[in-house]
Nanobody
Framework: QVQLVESGGGLVQAGGSLRLSCAAS????????MRWYRQFPGKQRELVAV???????TYADSVKGRFTISRDNAKNTMYLQMNSLKPEDTAVYYC?????WGHGTQVTVSS
């Protein structure tokens, strides 16, 4: 059974940092591109960052220079380091390992 479990969300003040984790079981994170998405209330999910199986990374313009996606194949976990957080980063963050999704973790940034 494949599971993706996000953690690390919470409440932080603007300018602060959080590190999200996406722990995978039943499937290896190393074999495929993985992504972080976020969803604002009443909106569709938007792509935040991509970690390719080949090692490259891409970011949404809104998070470039502030967020860093990475993965630890030995721990079978993907991460999203989020620095210089802004109130507009407040959302539920999800990881995916196609076709599987996690249940999300809430990030709230106060001004």
């Amino acid at each position: 059974q494949v599971q993706l479990v996000e953690s690390g969300g919470g409440l932080v003040q603007a300018g602060g940092s959080l590190r999200l984790s996406c722990a995978a079981s039943g499937i290896a994170v190393s074999i495929r591109d993985m992504r972080w998405y976020r969803q604002f209330p009443g909106k569709q999910r938007e792509l935040v960052a991509v970690s390719s199986s080949g090692g490259s990374t891409t970011y949404a313009d809104s998070v470039k220079g502030r967020f860093t996606i990475s993965r630890d194949n030995a721990k079978n976990t993907m991460y999203l380091q989020m620095n210089s957080l802004k109130p507009e980063d407040t959302a539920v963050y999800y990881c995916d390992h196609p076709p599987y999704w996690g249940h999300g973790t809430q990030v709230t940034v106060s001004s």
